[in-house]
């Protein structure tokens, strides 16, 4: 097998369970870095998984892991560590316990097992409570403790579906920075989320899945670039809108205001970047009290609106 062949590859891939379509012919290459799979609850992001895992078997098409067909062959799963969503823990066990246990599973003896447990319990911040029951532990510490098993046998291939659902901000920071950090290690992490904002703070390298199609894949940067020809708002609350509006509507890229709610004024722009970069210049010129500025349009579900053409 070379070494340039891709961690993973799905060519013309449909999964259907009767009349409902899970995964509808999708085709894409991911190696190396961190992508982020993006998509509504239903979008087919946990079929894609569960194809990639060998859970399940696509109705058409080929699924790969390092050039080869895990159903034709087992040993590409040897390179996989996973992180279901709602997998449950043996909540009796330490975390020690419960990652050495892992680390047996996949043929260590028990003081490499041990060793490796130490290792990577440390890398995601857990190394203080190994020796706490995993069923004492915060969501957010359960999290980290279902990927420190799935990194004990060091794979290449890493996938985790749902990782930062129910943590608190905290454990949040800590999750999105051990998968930078595997990233960067040159491992190829898979991480889906139906939120943007999380997704924007991992990578940008991005799949998104809409109705079980690949609907874009690439910089999230880039696609975002290519929504510059649709309008965009830009909503500011502020003490005195109407005044604010006079200061912004003369200046490019506005090209409309209005007010939307008492007390709010909605910037219209088809440039969002260069709006916010006149933004705090024009704030500071008018010396108008601005209580908050948001981005109405920046989440998925615009996003996906503009890539489906407002269907």
Same mark, same amino acid.
């Given at each position: 097998?070379s070494?340039?062949?891709p961690?993973?590859?799905l060519?013309?891939?449909?999964?259907?369970?009767?009349e409902?379509?899970? $995964?509808? &012919?999708?085709? *894409?290459? #991911?190696?190396?870095?961190?992508?982020?799979?993006?998509? @509504?609850?239903?979008?087919?992001k946990?079929?894609?998984?569960?194809?990639?895992?060998?859970?399940?078997?696509?109705?058409?098409?080929?699924?790969?892991?390092?050039?080869?067909?895990?159903?034709k062959s087992?040993?590409?799963?040897?390179?996989?560590?996973?992180?279901?969503?709602?997998e449950?823990?043996?909540?009796?066990?330490?975390?020690?316990?419960?990652v050495?246990?892992?680390?047996?599973?996949?043929?260590m003896?028990?003081?490499?097992?041990?060793?490796?447990?130490?290792?990577?319990?440390?890398?995601?911040g857990l190394?203080d409570?190994?020796?706490?029951?995993?069923g004492?532990?915060?969501?957010g510490?359960?999290?980290?403790?279902?990927?420190?098993?799935a990194? $004990?046998? &060091?794979?290449d *291939?890493? #996938?985790l579906?749902?990782?930062l659902?129910?943590?608190? @901000?905290?454990?949040?920071t800590?999750?999105?920075?051990?998968?930078?950090?595997?990233g960067?290690?040159?491992k190829?992490?898979?991480?889906?989320?139906?939120i943007l904002?999380?997704?924007?703070?991992?990578?940008?390298?991005?799949v998104?899945l809409?109705n079980?199609?690949?609907?874009?894949?690439?910089?999230?940067?880039?696609?975002r670039?290519?929504?510059?020809?649709?309008p965009?708002?830009?909503l500011?609350?502020?003490e005195?809108?109407?005044?604010?509006?006079?200061?912004?509507?003369?200046?490019?890229?506005?090209?409309?205001v209005?007010?939307?709610?008492?007390g709010?004024?909605?910037?219209?722009t088809?440039?969002?970047?260069?709006a916010?970069?006149?933004?705090?210049?024009?704030i500071?010129?008018?010396g #108008?009290?601005?209580?908050?500025?948001?981005?109405?349009?920046?989440?998925?579900?615009?996003?996906?609106?503009?890539?489906?053409g407002?269907?």
């Amino acid at each position: 097998m070379s070494t340039d062949t891709p961690a993973v590859i799905l060519e013309s891939v449909s999964k259907w369970y009767g009349e409902v379509i899970g $995964v509808n &012919d999708v085709s *894409l290459a #991911i190696d190396g870095g961190v992508t982020g799979v993006l998509g @509504p609850n239903g979008a087919g992001k946990s079929t894609m998984f569960k194809l990639l895992l060998g859970r399940l078997r696509p109705s058409q098409g080929e699924v790969k892991l390092f050039g080869t067909d895990p159903w034709k062959s087992t040993a590409p799963f040897r390179r996989v560590g996973y992180v279901s969503e709602t997998e449950p823990l043996y909540e009796w066990m330490t975390g020690l316990d419960f990652v050495s246990t892992m680390a047996r599973l996949h043929g260590m003896t028990r003081e490499e097992a041990t060793n490796r447990a130490e290792h990577v319990l440390d890398f995601v911040g857990l190394s203080d409570v190994r020796h706490k029951e995993v069923g004492k532990y915060s969501k957010g510490m359960r999290q980290r403790v279902k990927i420190a098993h799935a990194l $004990v046998h &060091d794979p290449d *291939l890493i #996938i985790l579906d749902e990782p930062l659902h129910g943590c608190d @901000p905290l454990a949040r920071t800590s999750i999105m920075s051990v998968i930078r950090e595997l990233g960067n290690r040159g491992k190829t992490v898979i991480v889906s989320s139906h939120i943007l904002e999380e997704i924007e703070r991992i990578t940008e390298q991005i799949v998104i899945l809409h109705n079980g199609r690949l609907l874009a894949l690439g910089n999230l940067h880039a696609i975002r670039g290519l929504l510059d020809k649709h309008p965009h708002r830009i909503l500011i609350e502020t003490e005195s809108p109407r005044e604010l509006a006079e200061a912004f509507i003369s200046r490019d890229p506005v090209y409309g205001v209005r007010f939307p709610n008492p007390g709010f004024l909605e910037i219209q722009t088809s440039n969002l970047s260069a709006a916010h970069s006149i933004l705090p210049q024009v704030i500071v010129d008018s010396g #108008i009290r601005v209580r908050s500025v948001e981005n109405p349009d920046d989440n998925l579900d615009s996003l996906l609106g503009y890539l489906v053409g407002g269907d």
